[in-house]
Every structure is written in structure tokens, then in C-alpha cells.
């Protein structure tokens, strides 16, 4: 890139104020939340913000008894803080690409670590898949987003969505699967072998199955995040 001056690059690089909706992309990887009353957020996602904002830490018992469990048992990832008030509040976590999803009523599934942030009126719950492998410690845990209003996801680069077709199941890596449809039940498949254990397999020895009708989205890098229930 070429040398600018100060001016220009202020200029270049300062937030536009000619916003009208809730969830604006100030860049790829900057979502804008113009904000007057509540969204959700990805814990740690808030970069800065403009105007009188609260944040509050999502509590255990913040959407009941049921989520404090699952939340408890699972380590999700998926923490939310709550910000409420008036001004415009900026989001993003680690340089991912953001992606604004609107629902009409309908239902996707969200890996936790790739939701950053949710319209206060869609409803989510957390999910778990059982392994078929006691190796696999608790089984993988993901959020179930449904409802109207507008969802961001995040994806390490850009990434590409499979289409699943009647009897043409998708299989995936766990670490690169980012969200599917809601009428998808993915099932966990392994391919543990002796070689496995001893260092020789091929490195993709658990995978995400998916059959039925729907697409699902994968992003081009393998994330493994510390409890991220997988």
C-alpha cells in the first residue's frame, strides 16, 4: 500500500455515519450495531463504541435453568454479553469475516465460537451431538438460532457452502464447519484405526456427516478453540 498522510488516511478509514439499520458491516471484518435498546454479543467482541452503552455479562441464569445446565456441563464457547442503550457500538473478534444473516422464521445451527452477535428477539439454545466414540470427550456442541431478526456469523477468510442432497451425504471437518441448516441432523463418523494411535493416519480421523436436504457452511481453516466443546 501506498504512503498517505494523516488526513487521508482519517478520512479513508473513519466510520460513516449515513447508517439506517440495526447491523451494518463497517468493513469485512467490522460489524457496526446501531444501537437503541438490546443485542446479544460474543463476550470480548466490543472494540469501541459511540454514545451511552451497558454491557452486562450474560448471567448463568440469564435465559433459565435449562441453558445454565447445558452451559455448565459444556463449556461452550458461545458466550454472550448483553449491550443496552443508545449509540453505535463496533464488533469483531480476531480478524474474522463477518457475514448478516436475516431469518424469516427460520432455524440454522451456529458453531459457538463463529456466533458474534444476535438480534435481542431471535431465539437460541445450545445443542449436542453424541459422539459414537467415547473418544470423543462430551461430544460437539453448537448453537440453535431461530426466529426473525438478524444473526452475524464469522469465518476465517471466505467460505464455501455444500449443498446436501437425498443420498449425497456432505462430510466435513469439525474445526472448519462454521453452521448448517436447521434441516440437517449431523451425526459424528470416525475412522479410528491402529494407525491412528500410532501417529500414521491421515489426520482426519473424525468427521461430520450430513444427510437429507440443505447446505451447510465451512470456512478454509481448521480453528480448534480451548473449550470449545469439541
Known sequence: ?????ISAFVAATAQRDDRRAKFELESPSLLEVNLDGRVWAKAGSMIGYVGQIKFTRESL???GLDKAMKKLFTGEGASLMKAEGRGRLYLADSGKKVRLLRLEGDTLFVNGNDLLALEDGVQWDITMMKSVSSMLAAGLF??????HGVVALMTHYDPLTLLVKPGQPVFTDPNATVAWSGSLNPEIVTDISLKTFLGRGSGESIQMKFEGEGWVVLQPYEEVVAQRGR
Open 1 to 5: 500500500m501506498q504512503e498517505q498522510s
Open 61 to 63: 441464569l440469564e435465559h
Open 142 to 147: 453448537n448453537v440453535r438460532v431461530s426466529g
